[in-house]
């Protein structure tokens, strides 16, 4: 920005929008760090700039959901009804097993922090980039060195152990290829703790002048809680997936009880990294929720320092649950109880949250942009998940609905219903930074309803089924369970389409959508006010000084800043 | 308490089982409540607030702090799941206590089937028969991976561990058939390591424990041979048509050559069969795994000898 216009943005009232230095044939600001940094493949790949790694990490990760998400059709085709329908036992098993094991390491893990995180993180702070970038492109190829792993396994001989890889089946009772999928599962793990280590620096020393702890978007708060767990517990999956390749290849005797190990053993271990590791899908989603919430409610954010914190207690108290998934495979009942008790204590802070989401919509002035639609349907989705998760926690019910469908439903509310919603909307959020264009709000609000209503109707009936006794990873099952069964999986053909549509949505948008100023959304975070869209290659010429918290609406009035078209049309006032 | 399914429910078939679906319906109740209150009030605000013309720089906004509301919705929570926790801890202290007069049952896992073992020396596959109104316990081992003995209706679920024992009781309130499923995922055929429960009144159970004893009497042995087929669990494995399962099909078997999985070859004759039946790893057919567990002590002569004659008729048929 030259020192003209910079003059010139602090006549605005308090609320600069960035101006770009000058704009190219389509309106789009130069330099952006899309067309300038590079334009040939090998600058991208070996590019350092955190928004181009966001980028990169995108375009494999989203790869990577569409794959699992053929897997789950798969998966729900074939459970249509009892008996064989398009596959055998095997198939069938391989399928669950890649679906889980491809969403969870591959998409949903790097999917905010990697994606969003990246590309947010450090503008969010004023920041010209994180404060490792060389390892930050080191952990997307150590991503991808895991993912060629896991692809590996899945052309040759594709496991069948579940992504939970229990043993003794993992060690030594399946014939297929899990070593090179669990191998792929620890280098990915490297991946993400890089990320995190990455995060926790940056939030420490990149900070722009005035970002005082209170004054960081809770975004940052979210991602920074979120790379505490994945530095501190990713390590024990590592070590955990080690000793089972260390068993299963050279036979060293740790879970097997055929060469002298317990099998419950690495289900502590591979716990201890894995509900933790829960919190690292959830976690940034609610930083998200909290960014979208208050922007299309215009309004300041209700308990920041509540939520902010109710993050930290969640990163704390997520590495004392674990035990909790094992409630019926023969702990002592001392330890049954305890896990149980702080099952409970973690519930907390994550109703806190949701009660301090809620009260920010009161007296808002709130606008039903496609992102505020996601982040509302994760408040009615992520109720259901976080209720249902107390059925889960009481340990006699738990006795019943455990390894059912309940469980399924349970944390495809929390994962989907919760994360997916809110990296979507995210998404949607940050299209526009990130390229500078919108996307066709038409089709957007057409594939949000038809992902919200096909969710719906896909996993509630599997809490019904769950009740009723249905187990899970189960191939065929009893003529009782087809209504609902085929009811589930009408819903998931109904929420792929929906994911169809907001694919090439978005692509289009990106492509082709019309082009938006710096702050079409009317936020108040530096990203937005400072920062023209796509940024320039390094955020910001000049290191924004800050004086005004993330979301101060009710000090400043932000300027929608969208040439052509205003952004968020607001409502027209209804006829009296 | 009644054995009829409810919506959410299957039916409610143990003496524990009442206490659990209580809880149940109670996380359910509290569910439904907060689920009302902030979808209610989401709904109520998003409309009452909504973005009208003008309404852009609007600063006079709601409330960001409030101690005591955000002190209330800390400590009623709290005070709802210490309840729920106490309720469930002692829900599952009556699943773990065993009564002491109960009478104890074997109950062994295997892929893919499970097999008990009656303190009167009788021995069932697939099928577990218990008297009503009278405390069980089983004794749970697996001679391979983790499995999970699951019996819906009387809410209870154990894991099945290869190298300790794990216990469970019920006392059963009603005679009927309930379903026992395997839950914890155990390889291909997971999903049909299923069996029944059979809850008998006292006299039925006494008189099929003296039936059992007499079991294949007056049957001619290839039919009791095919009896046993289905209910010792061949099915999972063995077809009948010809259809290659996890182990060969029995279609055309008996009296021919078989080759090795060292290439050799052996003609299937009855020493072959009662061999493969104990010892199902010695002679292993070409192109199987090693998965079929051992009948050694599952099995007396007298049903071996059924089964051969069984698998001899089929043969013939595939003729």
Redesign the interface.
Known sequence: MSEQTRSAAAELPRSAVAVPERTDENGLPRPNFLRDGGGTLWSWLTTLDHKRIGILYMIMVMLFFFVGGLFALLVRLELFAPGEQFFG??TY?RLFTLHGAVMIFLFIIPSIPAILGNFVLPLQIGAKDVAFPRLNLASWYIYMIGAIFALYSLVTNAA???WTF?T??SSS???TAVISITLGAFILGFSSIFTGLNFIVTVHKMRAPGMTWFKLPLMVWALYATAIIQVLATPVLGITLLLLVLERAFGVGIFD??MGG???LFQHFFWFYSHPAVYIMILPGMGIISELITTF????????K?IAFSSLAIALVSFLVWGHHM????QS?FA??LF??LT??V??PS??K???W???????????SVPMLYA?SF??MF??GG??G??L????????V???YFVVAHFHYVMVGGTVMAFIGGLHYWWPKMFGRMYNRTSAVAAWALVFVGFNMTFFAQF?LG???M????????EQFQSLHGFSSSGSLVMGLGFLIMGVTLLAGALRGRVVGSNPW?SLTLEWTHATSPPEPHNYPNTPVVENGPYD???L?PR?DAPGEPG?E?????AK | MDTT?T????PSAST?AG??DS??YF?LW??VF??AL??G??IL??TK??????????????????TL??VA??VI??II??I??V??????????VIPANAMEVKVTGQ?WFWSFQYPEGASTVNELVVPVDTPVKLTLSSQ???H?F?V??F?????V????Y?FAWFEATHTGEY?L????????????M?GTVRVLSGADYKAWLEGAALAGEGMAPAEYGGRLYESKACVTCHSLDGTPGNGPSFLGVFGHEVTLEDGSTVIADENYIRESILNPKAKLVAGY?AVMPTYQGLLSDGEIDALVAFIKSVGGEGE
């Open positions: 036992p095997d098993n069948d152990t579940g229990y003794p089946y009772g399946s014939d009880p055929a317990d099998p419950v409610s215009h309004r300041n954010i209700f308990g920041y509540f409630f019926t495979s023969g009942e049954v109880m149980s008790f409970f204590m519930a907390i109703a806190i949701v009660f301090n809620t009260t920010t919509l009161y007296k808002g002035s709130i606008s039903f509302l408040l009615f109720t259901i209720l249902t107390l059925f926690g009481a340990l006699s019910v738990d006795v019943h455990h390894d059912t019904i009740t009723q006794g187990p899970r990873r189960y191939w065929t099952y009893p009317g609406f009710d000090k009035v929608v968020p607001p409502e027209p006032a209804p | 399914a919506f959410w429910m299957p524990t206490d659990v809880l149940f996380l509290v569910s907060f689920f902030i979808v009030l989401s605000f998003i607030w909504r973005r009208r013309k003008g309404d852009t720089g609007r600063l006079d906004t709601g409330p960001t702090k409030n509301l955000e919705w800390i929570p709290t799941v210490v729920i926790f309720w469930g801890f002692r829900g599952y202290m009556n699943l773990s892929q391979d991976v983790i999970a699951y819906p209706s809410r209870i679920k154990r894991d561990l290869p190298n300790r794990q379903d499923f395997c839950a914890e995922y155990c390889g291909s055929k997971h999903s049909q299923t795994q």
